[in-house]
């Protein structure tokens, strides 16, 4: 079975500073891969998706993500955030035919500005 | 806004009793997914189906059902209710069922079980 791991629970950072979320995934076939964001109070919201070609995936509002298939991982980074940035990550894995998607545990993202 | 509908927003029920929460996809799509996101659990899959049929099936209790109608509606009906099923419950919508599909969240039904 796939599971998804996000070693960040909460990750506290002032406005301007870079950020690296990590997420390792263990499925042994081809995967697609997610990050969703969730702000305060709302539903979830597609960042980035990865399926196939250029390993490193641009996503909306600055956000891309690197998929390192040696190592499993499909970290999510950002240059600069922003106060608005803050929200809760959530890496997600799918396989299948019929696209089990696996989520993350999710990373609760603080940015002090 | 994701184009996925879902009635109630929030549903405050007492132990033992039943509720259908509700789910409306984005214009033509045709699978449909549940999913419980509790603070203690995270967000698990409960269950797809597509174009009426169940396609897959994750942490789903046995007190729960999901059916999904001829107009691609879907309904999630949970019963014998706990104080542990107290959560947020999400559809989410996706054009086809294939590889790659992006799946599209709707709002969430807010349970509270007192």
């Known amino acids: 079975a796939q599971s998804v791991s996000q070693h960040n629970h909460h990750v506290i950072l002032s406005e301007a500073a870079s950020l690296e979320l990590g997420c390792n995934y263990s499925?042994?076939?081809?995967?697609?891969l997610f990050w969703y964001v969730q702000y305060p109070g709302q539903h979830l919201q597609l960042l980035l998706k990865?399926?196939?070609?250029?390993?490193l995936v641009k996503g909306i509002k600055g956000f891309e993500a690197e998929f390192i298939k040696s190592k499993f991982s499909f970290n999510l980074r950002k240059p600069s955030v922003q106060w608005s940035d803050t929200a809760e990550y959530f890496c997600a894995v799918g396989s299948g035919g019929y696209q089990k998607v696996t989520f993350g545990t999710g990373t609760k993202l603080q940015v002090i500005p | 806004d994701s184009g996925v509908t879902q009635t109630p927003k929030h549903l405050i029920t007492a132990t033992g009793q039943r509720v259908t929460l509700r789910c409306s996809p984005r214009s033509g799509d045709l699978s449909v997914y549940w999913y419980q996101q509790s603070l203690d659990q995270g967000l698990q899959f409960l269950i797809q189906?597509?174009?009426?049929?169940?396609?897959a099936k994750g942490n789903i209790l046995e007190r729960f059902s999901a059916q999904q109608f001829p107009d691609l509606h879907s309904e999630l009906n949970l019963s014998s209710l706990e104080l542990g099923d107290s959560a947020l419950y999400f559809c989410?919508?996706?054009?086809?069922?294939?590889?790659?599909?992006?799946?599209?969240f709707g709002p969430g039904t807010r349970l509270l079980v007192l």
């Open positions: 990865y399926f196939s070609g250029d390993p």
């Open positions: 989410a919508s996706s054009a086809r069922q294939g590889k790659g599909e992006t799946q599209y």
């Open positions: 499925y042994g076939g081809t995967v697609n």
């Open positions: 189906y597509y174009n009426g049929e169940e396609r």
